[in-house]
């Protein structure tokens, strides 16, 4: 059964920086990535990451965060940059078969707080 695990979450001040990282058992899926939900919001794709490194993001997180993997490690990782307030949200690490496809498994979500 696969199981991703989540590290790195916990509170900054804005315009601080924090890397987040997500470790899978298991099977190796072609896409690996981040949503976020905030309270009272929907929960929405932040980035994605193939084997290959093809990388996608949210228009509001551009040139702020990046996203990475270690395939040998089957890790992934984000590392986010100029925090805002507005970036607060339970960040959920997920898999996927292709970059753009449904999700198979999703992490238990580390709490990023982004507060002075």
């Known amino acids: 059964q696969v199981q991703l695990v989540e590290s790195g979450g916990g509170l900054v001040q804005p315009g601080g920086s924090l890397r987040l990282a997500c470790a899978a058992s298991?099977?190796?899926?072609?896409?690996m990535g981040w949503y976020r939900q905030a309270q009272g919001k929907e929960r929405e794709l932040v980035a994605s990451i193939s084997t290959g490194g093809r990388t996608n993001y949210v228009d509001s997180v551009k040139g702020r965060f990046t996203i990475s993997r270690d395939n040998a490690k089957n890790t992934v990782y984000l590392q986010m940059n100029s925090l805002k307030p507005e970036d607060t949200a339970v960040y959920y690490c997920y898999t996927a078969y292709v970059l753009s496809g449904a999700v198979a498994y999703w992490g238990k979500g580390t709490l990023v707080t982004v507060s002075s």
């Open positions: 298991g099977t190796i899926f072609n896409a």
